[in-house]
């Protein structure tokens, strides 16, 4: 069961994800170590144990999301609109890509709208913390990670769900390449 909940757990961090993405990459130590992790498992254990007890709850997953909005929140009122929500994004794209990427704003400023567009529960045409957060919440996060039913994440079970969760993307990545009819990337192959 816990295995399927962990399974289950991929979905709900990319969910996640959307709340975390309001910084850069760079905020949260970057792409490095394990480049296939996003969403909170993507940070390091410190930054998300944002009270220092040595446990991620889901108090500390909404604080560091307020934490976040405010770096993000260049107005100062408490919700990202689109332009404040496009800048991250394009900064996130532009980091991930390097120079080779071109310029990322036309993506950036469309994918804003349609988050903004998801995810705009008073139609005021901005995002608090809570049209940000995961539908469900973070402790359904905390669930899928917490082998001791503690209601908390430790940086054990951080650590195992962050190599589980990279192990699964390597091996997704990689993949039985040539397995398919048509080659490793869905093109038929040459002759």
Do not use: C, Y
């Amino acid at each position: 069961m816990k295995q399927t909940l962990k399974m289950a757990g991929l979905g709900l961090l990319a969910s996640a994800a959307v709340v975390l993405a309001v910084a850069p990459a760079s905020a949260r130590g970057g792409f490095g170590g394990n480049p296939g992790l996003r969403g909170p498992l993507a940070a390091d254990f410190a930054t998300l144990d944002v009270d220092g007890n040595g446990q991620i709850t889901e108090e500390d997953l909404l604080a560091r999301a307020g934490d976040r909005l405010a770096e993000a929140d260049t107005d100062g009122n408490g919700v990202l609109d689109a332009t404040e929500l496009a800048a991250q994004i394009g900064e996130r794209a532009a980091l991930r890509m390097g120079p080779r990427g071109g310029d990322p704003t036309a993506w950036a400023e469309a994918m804003a709208k349609r988050v903004i567009s998801n995810r705009d529960a008073d139609d005021d045409g901005a995002l608090s913390v809570a049209e940000l957060s995961p539908d469900k919440g973070f402790g359904r996060m905390i669930d899928r990670f917490d082998t001791d039913d503690d209601n908390a994440i430790s940086q054990a079970e951080f650590d195992a769900a962050k190599a589980e969760i990279g192990a699964r993307r390597a091996k997704m990545m990689d993949g039985p390449r040539g397995a398919h009819p048509r080659g490793p990337f869905g093109q038929a192959p040459n002759r």
